[in-house]
């Protein structure tokens, strides 16, 4: 019995090591000391176009990374929540990888707070915070060896190139209100046809659409009809 569980225990060190773990990085991803760290720590890689995410993991794995300036900057222009939207509508386990230390943000913590809270609940994108591109490249090494080595899934491109339309054009400007979303934003859009519209409505027509309390009407209001201050 002993030497059938060596035997077997051989044949799978055998096979693990003709299997090498391997992932798919985005051409644009050229950290190098990031990069480094992941083939330091026995992983194979390979550059190809990404349409979702910066990190293949596997076929339901995806990592979107992004540094502390990274992020609040897609967060300031609106890029975040679209890029996140394509990352969970291709694999089932999307994460945001957010990298960086706590003093590093110019941001207000309850922005940033309130982001991460949104980007879990609203959205069901896993964030994980590491300190610099080491610690990255660690993270997206052991997600790595337990999805190869454990559940045996490869790497997988999806999400290809697409057009969009303007009703989703319409949702992504809308939903980008602090506080909105995508199902406050089909709701707005709904009632008041186009965005210009909301933006002339007053604070009481805003309450009319469901789940719009006053807070969340005063909040529209403010934020498309405040002068822009640079």
């Known amino acids: 019995m002993l030497n059938i569980n060596i035997s077997y225990f051989i044949e799978k060190m055998i096979s693990m090591s003709n299997n090498p773990i391997k992932i798919i990085i985005d051409n644009r991803e050229r950290n190098v000391e990031l990069i480094n760290a992941i083939e330091a720590n026995g992983i194979e890689f390979e550059f190809r176009t990404v349409h979702v995410g910066d990190y293949v993991i596997s076929d339901r794995v995806c990592m979107e990374r992004k540094t502390v300036s990274d992020f609040e900057s897609s967060l300031i222009n609106g890029r975040l929540f679209e890029q996140i939207k394509r990352l969970k509508e291709n694999y089932e386990f999307p994460i945001l990888l957010l ?132």
Do not use: W
């Open 99 to 230: 990298e960086g230390n706590q003093e590093d943000f110019r941001l207000k913590n309850n922005v940033i707070n309130g982001t991460i809270a949104s980007l879990y609940i609203d959205h069901g994108i896993e964030v994980i915070c590491t300190y610099n591109a080491r610690n990255s490249a660690d993270i997206i090494a052991n997600i790595a060896r337990h999805e190869q080595e454990k559940e045996q899934r490869e790497p997988s491109l999806k999400g290809g190139a697409r057009a969009h339309t303007n009703e989703q054009f319409q949702e992504f400007i809308i939903g980008n209100i602090p506080g909105i979303g995508p199902k406050l934003a089909k709701s707005l859009l709904k009632h008041f046809k186009n965005i210009r519209n909301i933006a002339n409505a007053e604070i009481k027509e805003l309450t009319e659409v469901d789940k719009i309390g006053k807070k969340k009407a005063e909040n529209i209001h403010n934020t498309i009809n405040k002068i822009y201050e640079y």
